[in-house]
């Protein structure tokens, strides 16, 4: 009988070479994170598999699973232990080698497999695994399925029935690669600069953009684990400053910048200016909506709120629903309102047929974006930026906040935010006219302007988003209000990154 997972042993030590190890904290919302060593072991990765491998056969799925890993030192071995616990529970492996999150999910497809598991951190440090997990394509898991993930993996109540078997898939990359560039070419050159961070879309990226008929100018694309320039994360502003500096350098026509994963994209325009996730999602929108007048488009409670009230969208009859934060939840917002397309601020983008398939791929928004300059011959990135009405919104920032607590932190904050509106205070001068509580919470005042605090699905954080439509001055004032309320809770740590 396998051992129960233990949540904490030291390296070095006889127990820690013969127990697995998971800290339960690791079980997120929608996908699985540790840091290696500290919070998880080999073994307790493999008891991961065998969870993985009972949940399969208890929701009747075909025991067939197409698994993949990213470009980390680490990656590979994780991936093994994984691999082990799954066969040790009966399932038939199909193993990709080093892939993108979204060639996983392509596989599912590709190989006609049902179920998914990516051994993956995609932007967390170095330190960070993950697996990125599904038995439904293309949808991924939500709460209910880590949930049982976690009591059947902590209880150790594996169904080990033996008997799974292993293939490996030579020349996977290729499939993908076909799949994604059998199209027509761009009618126009578009020059490119292409940032991978040294992350794992380095491998893939420059290649595909230029097959599709891009001039690409590559920026850290060499596959390098430590990471020797900065995180490759398209929300962080060092990796959007270094893709705006070579942009403004080579005169390229725009900038895209691959997560470690591959699963997002981010954009700096032919001007330098570093165009958030959400403001590139409105130009994508009016771009499809265009194509497909009357859609339906969802997007998360980060975003701008010019889906509501841009008046191209407006015109267009396209519709948008605001939901959850989270490639799960997003994902799986999309498939059950048949929706066009999912935007999320982080730069999941979430394309639905007839233009993908429903799951995150950053290559498929990069082609998506590279056709939407080339169906407009006569605007640069930075004309269809500038088309868009003006906000001023923040990046991501992301203030430090135990596992253990953030939860309750943010309920706290929900609480205080109730509290306020029912008495009829202000925020930073101005009436409260809506909580939107779908996640986390997201407070409205009488002028547009708003804040977001929600926990970090995937981080030891808390997540803070303010946007207005009146001023810049509005933007710091609203940023001021949330943070002085996040203040009063001692737990709340520093940013990551501010205004």
């Not at 979204?102 to 967390?124: E, G, R």
């Amino acid at each position: 009988m396998f051992p129960k997972p233990r949540p904490e042993l030291f390296p070095n030590t006889f127990e820690y070479e013969s127990l697995p190890m998971v800290k339960p904290t690791g079980f997120r919302e929608y996908d699985a994170r540790w840091l290696f060593e500290k919070e998880i072991n080999l073994m307790g990765m493999q008891a991961l598999g065998m969870g993985i491998g009972t949940l399969i056969h208890e929701r009747g799925v075909r025991p067939d699973i197409a698994v993949g890993h990213d470009f980390r030192g680490y990656s590979s071995s994780i991936k093994m232990a994984v691999v082990n616990g799954l066969l040790a529970a009966g399932v038939n492996v199909h193993d990709i080698g080093l892939a993108l999150s979204p060639m996983a999910y392509f596989a599912q497809f590709a190989l006609d497999v049902p179920a998914v598991a990516m051994i993956t951190a995609s932007h967390n440090d170095n330190g960070w695994t993950g697996v990125k997990m599904g038995i439904d394509r293309p949808l991924t898991f939500g709460p209910d399925e880590m949930g049982r993930l976690r009591e059947i993996v902590l209880d150790a109540a594996y169904d080990l029935k033996g008997g799974g078997s292993y293939r490996f898939v030579d020349g996977f990359p290729d499939i993908y690669f076909k799949d994604l560039t059998d199209r027509p070419k761009l009618k126009r050159p578009i020059k490119v600069v292409a940032a991978c961070g040294n992350g794992t879309a380095g491998a893939f990226a420059p290649k595909i953009l230029e097959a599709v008929g891009a001039e690409v100018i590559p920026l850290d694309t060499e596959l390098d684990h430590t990471f020797p320039r900065y995180n490759p994360n398209p929300e962080d502003m060092q990796m959007l400053h270094a893709l705006r500096d070579k942009v403004l350098e080579t005169g390229a026509d725009v900038g895209l910048g691959f997560d470690g994963d591959g699963d997002r994209c981010g954009v700096v325009d032919n001007e330098g200016e570093e165009i958030f996730a959400d403001k590139v999602g409105v130009m994508l929108a009016r771009d499809i909506s265009a194509l497909h007048p009357n859609c339906q488009f969802v997007v998360d409670v980060k975003s701008t709120g010019l889906f509501n009230t841009d008046p191209v969208l407006r015109a267009n009859g396209a519709r948008t629903d605001y939901y959850k934060t989270g490639h799960s939840y997003i994902k799986r917002r999309v498939t059950d309102l048949d929706a066009i397309v999912g935007f999320e601020k982080s730069g999941h983008y979430f394309f639905n047929k007839p233009i993908g398939r429903g799951y995150d791929d950053g290559l498929v928004s990069a082609i998506a974006i590279l056709d939407m300059l080339d169906r407009n011959p006569g605007k640069s990135m930075a004309d269809l930026r500038r088309d868009l009405p003006k906000t001023w919104g923040s990046p991501t920032m992301s203030p430090k906040c135990a596992d253990e607590i953030k939860y309750d932190v943010v309920e706290r904050v929900v609480s205080k935010f109730h509290e306020m509106k029912d008495r009829g205070e202000t925020i930073a001068g101005h009436e409260i006219t809506d909580l939107i509580t779908v996640n986390g919470v997201r407070v409205v005042s009488s002028d547009g302007t708003w804040g977001l605090v929600r926990a970090s699905s995937n981080k030891p954080e808390l997540v803070v988003v303010v946007e207005s439509p009146v001023s810049e001055e509005r933007l710091h004032e609203m940023f001021k209000a949330v943070d002085g309320i996040l203040r009063e809770n001692p737990e709340v740590g520093e940013y990551n990154q501010t205004l």
